[in-house]
């Protein structure tokens, strides 16, 4: 059974920092694709930052500077770090694993930006 299953996602304060983890399971995470997106209230799917296999990252330019992606192949675990945050940073984000003939998102972890 294939599982993403995120953590981390809070309450902060304007300025604050987090680290959001996705744990997989069930495909083969070393060879994926991973990424973040994520979706603010009333607002569609925003890609965010992904990461190769081989450590390869990109990030969207809205946001580049203030997250790190990275992985642990050994965890089959994707880690976003966010650092800066603003309110307009307020969304639910989702992991997302992407394979030669799959794609596969978790249930998503909500990050709230308020003072």
């Known amino acids: 059974e294939v599982q993403l299953v995120e953590s981390g996602g809070l309450l902060v304060q304007p300025g604050g920092s987090l680290r959001l983890s996705c744990v997989a399971s069930?495909?083969?995470?070393?060879?994926?694709?991973m990424s973040w997106a994520r979706q603010a209230p009333g607002k569609g799917l925003e890609w965010v930052a992904g990461i190769y296999g081989d450590g390869t990252t990109y990030y969207t330019e809205a946001m580049k500077g203030r997250v790190t992606i990275s992985r642990d192949n050994a965890k089959n675990t994707v880690y976003l770090e966010m650092n800066s945050l603003k309110p307009e940073d307020t969304a639910v984000y989702y992991c997302n694993a992407e394979g030669t003939r799959y794609g596969y998102w978790g249930q998503g972890t909500q990050v709230t930006v308020s003072s």
């Open positions: 069930g495909f083969r995470f070393s060879s994926s694709v």
